[in-house]
Nanobody, 121 residues
């Protein structure tokens, strides 16, 4: 079993910053891509940012220049630094990773439980 624990959500005013963290533990042989999705109220879950094992990152257009994704492969952690937050960034943020639990099994996707981010004055 692989567990993901997210932290760092909360309430912030427009223009403020928040940092999210996600720690993976359990049966982990290798982690491929890691990233963050966001689900706004009444909407589907959409990709915010993702990062490969080599450190290449992709972002959805609305967060480019404001959000930065990073990872620590030694600690099995992924981070999302969010700056210049706007009300439309509000939602539940879910981390995910593609993990192989041992050398004999292929990669599968695991999700965190989600952390609420609210941007409001």
């Amino acid at each position: 079993q692989v567990q993901l624990v997210e932290s760092g959500g909360g309430l912030v005013q427009p223009g403020g910053s928040l940092g999210l963290s996600c720690a993976a533990s359990g049966s982990i042989f290798s982690i491929n891509a890691m990233g963050w999705y966001r689900q706004a109220p009444g909407k589907q879950r959409d990709l915010v940012a993702a990062i490969t094992i080599g450190g290449s990152a992709v972002y959805t257009d609305s967060v480019k220049g404001r959000f930065t994704i990073s990872r620590d492969n030694a600690k099995n952690m992924v981070y999302l630094q969010m700056n210049s937050l706007q009300p439309e960034d509000t939602g539940v943020y879910y981390c995910y990773l593609q993990v192989a639990p041992d050398r004999n099994r292929s990669y599968s996707t695991r999700w965190g439980q989600g952390t609420q981010v609210t941007v409001s004055s």
